[in-house]
């Protein structure tokens, strides 16, 4: 079982920055895909960034402005993001799979197996 904890979320003014952590614990694996997902009010949870060795994917909603990291020897994952906008305002979950997804399927939340409890990201002035 793994378990995954996200940290760093708050209120930021727009064109602000934020980054965001996961920290997994239990049984991880190097080759999990790991994603960034968010779920805004009134709406479904979508897609942000996943990586996979060195495969990274973004939404186009934060290509260029978010950048997806991790650190295999620390079991983290993190979510640097930039010039930050209203519409960036979600409850953002960190997921993980037990085996890699095969690339273009990093967009479906159902084919990850664990999930963190989500952290508030609130873009406002």
């Known amino acids: 079982q793994v378990q995954l904890v996200e940290s760093g979320g708050g209120l930021v003014q727009p064109g602000g920055s934020l980054t965001l952590s996961c920290a997994a614990s239990g049984r991880t694996s190097e080759n999990s895909t790991m994603a960034w997902f968010r779920q805004a009010p009134g709406k479904e949870r979508e897609f942000v960034t996943a990586?996979?060795?060195?495969?990274?994917e973004y939404d186009d909603s934060v290509k260029g402005r978010f950048t997806i990291s991790r650190d295999n020897a620390k079991s983290s994952l993190y979510l640097h993001m930039n010039s930050l906008k209203s519409e960036d305002t979600a409850v953002y979950y960190c997921?993980?799979?037990?085996?890699?997804?095969?690339?273009?399927?990093?967009?479906?939340?159902?084919?990850?197996?664990?999930w963190g409890q989500g952290t508030q990201v609130t873009v406002s002035s």
């Open positions: 997921a993980a799979t037990r085996e890699p997804l095969y690339r273009g399927t990093y967009y479906r939340p159902y084919l990850y197996d664990y």
């Open positions: 990586i996979a060795w060195s495969f990274t």
